[in-house]
């Protein structure tokens, strides 16, 4: 079974950047499409990045203009980079297929906090 383990939350303040990772226990990550969801407690998890096995890449509209998805096919982790936190970015952010196929991991938790 394909494992995830997602990294690099923690607490951070406003207006300062986090890097997430994640690891992906498949001989090759390209053929898969792989997004970044967060969670907020109390709700259901939300996609908000996207990366595709072709090399497209989406971000939800609200979050474009601070956060970026990339990949390493090379080392099969997955990277969320988020920039310009706020305070409503504090949730449990985790890695998956687009739809969401492999055992979900324990995710990270990113808090931001003044």
């Known amino acids: 079974q394909v494992q995830v383990v997602e990294s690099g939350g923690g607490l951070a303040h406003p207006g300062e950047s986090l890097r997430l990772s994640c690891e992906v226990s498949?001989?090759?990550?390209?053929?898969?499409?792989m997004a970044w969801y967060r969670q907020f407690p109390g709700t259901q998890r939300e996609m908000v990045a996207i990366?595709?096995?072709?090399?497209?890449?989406e971000v939800v509209d609200s979050l474009k203009d601070r956060f970026s998805i990339s990949r390493s096919n090379l080392k099969n982790t997955l990277y969320l980079q988020m920039n310009n936190l706020k305070v409503e970015d504090t949730a449990t952010y985790y890695c998956?297929?687009?739809?969401?196929?492999?055992?979900w991991g324990q995710g990270t938790q990113v808090t931001v906090s003044p």
């Open positions: 990366s595709a096995h072709d090399g497209r890449k």
């Open positions: 998956n297929t687009r739809g969401a196929s492999f055992a």
């Open positions: 498949v001989t090759n990550l390209r053929p898969y499409t």
